[in-house]
């Protein structure tokens, strides 16, 4: 079981940034297939972007495309969600999420998704 720790969220006035960070542990092997969900109250989780390996290919949805941008870290096992130009559309609870393997590499991929962090509450006021 692939255990996920995230931190990061926090409170920030619209048009500035956060920057999120997972670290995963746990793994048999190092997940191919890293993400960032998020949930807002009362709605379903949605995908944000995802990140994969071997070459760290990325999709963003398209509601953060230009503005996040998700990146590993020199291990691999870390995940990073750098979010700029944020808008108070942006609140949610976010989670880090992972598997070790992804079927697609377009938004089907979020559908792939096994292990889950506690989640990060980011929070835009306008």
């Not at 931190?7 to 960032?36: D, E, H, K």
């Not at 807002?40 to 995908?47: A, L």
């Not at 942006?90 to 979020?110: I, T, V």
């Amino acid at each position: 079981q692939i255990q996920l720790v995230e931190s990061g969220g926090g409170s920030v006035q619209a048009g500035g940034s956060l920057r999120l960070s997972c670290a995963a542990s746990g793994y048999t092997f190092i997940p191919n297939c890293m993400g960032w969900f998020r949930q807002f109250p009362g709605k379903e989780r949605e995908g944000v972007a995802h990140i994969q390996l071997p070459d760290s290919g990325t999709y963003y949805a398209d509601s953060v495309k230009g503005r996040f941008t998700i990146s590993h870290g020199d291990a691999k096992n870390t995940v990073y969600l750098q979010m700029d130009s944020l808008k108070s559309e942006d609140s949610a609870m976010y989670f880090c999420a992972a598997s070790y393997w992804c079927n697609y590499k377009d938004r089907r991929a979020f559908r792939d998704f096994r292990n889950w962090g506690q989640g990060t509450q980011v929070t835009v006021s306008s």
